[in-house]
């Protein structure tokens, strides 16, 4: 047992409602506190001075903290591609030279370029690879990550990457999606619709067999897969017991529809979505997940992030990183800027990276400050939270503790 603190604030976000929007004064925040962790848990959470004669009595570590800090939950970022190999950087370059994302891809830049070095690439090395993108993060407070395949397009290649994913040394916590339908590849030999069901027949009961992911994702937009093959296929992976996601409303509209029609867990991107997919979202326990990084990289309007609010959604922001289209990989930076543009208030945009983006990714132990959650914590050197939204970024953790563990940053 261990005692940690004193704290300036503690942000618990606690007994906020997951959907809609919220307000900075409903932030339940416990000043001049301590939190007391046992056995990876947070054991209790309250008066510095009251816990501080508990732990004596108990004769727990006590973890004094030097200055003025504010503590939240760890960050959560629920939607990443960070298991590749290669660079884009002549996409960007191409791309600030005024060609679009899907030109590029047609010339065979995109994806399909980083799909060609990552199955170059040997499983130690992604798994390499992996850790590194995930130590960074956690470094930048983020103590949860979801990291989707999709850059092996064959059942080797993305059986590869999902072992890579899940052998990752890293401290935080990764949750793999297997997101085999990202693109029809090239190279295979039938129709898109052959593909997605080569990957129902060959690839997801290998997945599941291997216990390498609980979760599937595809991409649905004109220049990926149309709705109808995308329904069959998530209707199908739902048979063999998986939880659906769907990067949907990019470039096209329909993915966000399709995301609610089938129960997603989420609909993520939505830059495009109209009124009436943003009316649905909002009837529905499909997270929207905004991707800021996508929107900053490609020079994009970002998601309708305040409409999705005000019409009662569950909004959640993450980074999206990926070697391509949202190359920056800083939740934190990303998160405040859509905030400012979308005029997010601070509850709503710290939300959208823990208590909600933990609904995006089912999860029901971390993204809050609460007795029996999981002790993931992210301290920053201030005494008023607001200020790390208020510096888009630049204002780093100055302690993260993964599973009651100070991570060293
Ligand atoms: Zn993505």
């Avoid at 900075?24 to 959470?45: P, V």
């Avoid at 508990?54 to 504010?70: F, L, R």
């Avoid at 899907?102 to 390499?128: F, M, N």
Wanted: glycine share 8%; with cysteine.
């Amino acid at each position: 047992m261990k005692l940690i603190g004193p704290f300036a604030q503690i942000i618990t976000m606690d007994k906020l409602p997951l959907k809609g929007s919220i307000n900075d004064n409903m932030l339940h925040i416990i000043y001049d506190g301590g939190i007391i962790i046992d056995n990876e848990k947070i054991e209790a959470l309250g008066s510095y001075d009251e816990l501080y004669t508990q732990a004596k009595n108990n004769k727990a570590i006590i973890e004094h903290i030097e200055g003025q800090q504010i503590v939240l939950p760890g960050f959560i970022d629920a939607h990443t591609h960070i298991c590749w190999a290669g660079s884009r950087i002549n996409d960007y370059a191409q791309r600030l030279e005024g060609k679009t994302y899907v030109e590029i891809a047609k010339q065979g830049g995109g994806i399909w370029s980083t799909v060609h070095s990552t199955r170059e690439a040997d499983l130690i090395t992604l798994e390499e690879i992996t850790a590194r993108h995930a130590n960074q993060m956690l470094r930048d407070g983020i103590t949860t990550i979801e990291v989707k395949s999709g850059y092996g397009l064959t059942v080797n290649d993305e059986l590869k990457m999902l072992r890579a994913i899940n052998n990752a040394k890293t401290k935080a916590q990764l949750i793999p999606t297997c997101l085999a339908a990202h693109i029809c590849p090239k190279d295979f030999n039938g129709s898109a619709n052959e593909y997605l069901n080569m990957l129902v027949e060959k690839l997801l009961p290998q997945v599941k067999t291997e216990k390498l992911a609980k979760r599937i994702d595809i991409f649905v937009d004109d220049a990926a897969f149309g709705i109808d093959e995308a329904r069959t296929y998530l209707q199908k992976a739902r048979g063999l017991g998986f939880d659906l996601l769907v990067h949907g409303d990019q470039f096209s509209t329909g993915g966000g529809k399709l995301a609610v029609e089938n129960e997603a867990l989420s609909a993520d991107h939505l830059e495009v979505s109209d009124e009436e997919t943003i009316q649905d979202l909002a009837r529905s326990n499909t997270v929207a997940v905004a991707l800021p990084g996508a929107s900053i990289g490609l020079g994009l309007p970002f998601a309708p992030a305040r409409k999705l609010l005000n019409a009662g959604a569950c909004v959640a922001i993450a980074s999206d990183w990926n070697p391509g289209s949202a190359p920056m990989g800083h939740l934190l930076a990303q998160a405040s800027i859509i905030g400012a543009y979308e005029k997010l208030n601070i509850a709503e945009t710290l939300a959208a990276i823990t208590a909600r983006a933990a609904m995006a990714l089912k999860l029901n132990h971390c993204g809050i400050l609460k007795i029996g959650y999981t002790a993931d914590i992210a301290a920053f050197s201030t005494n008023d939270y607001r200020e790390i939204i208020y510096r888009q970024g630049k204002l780093s953790p100055s302690a993260v503790w993964k599973r009651g563990i100070r991570i060293e940053i």
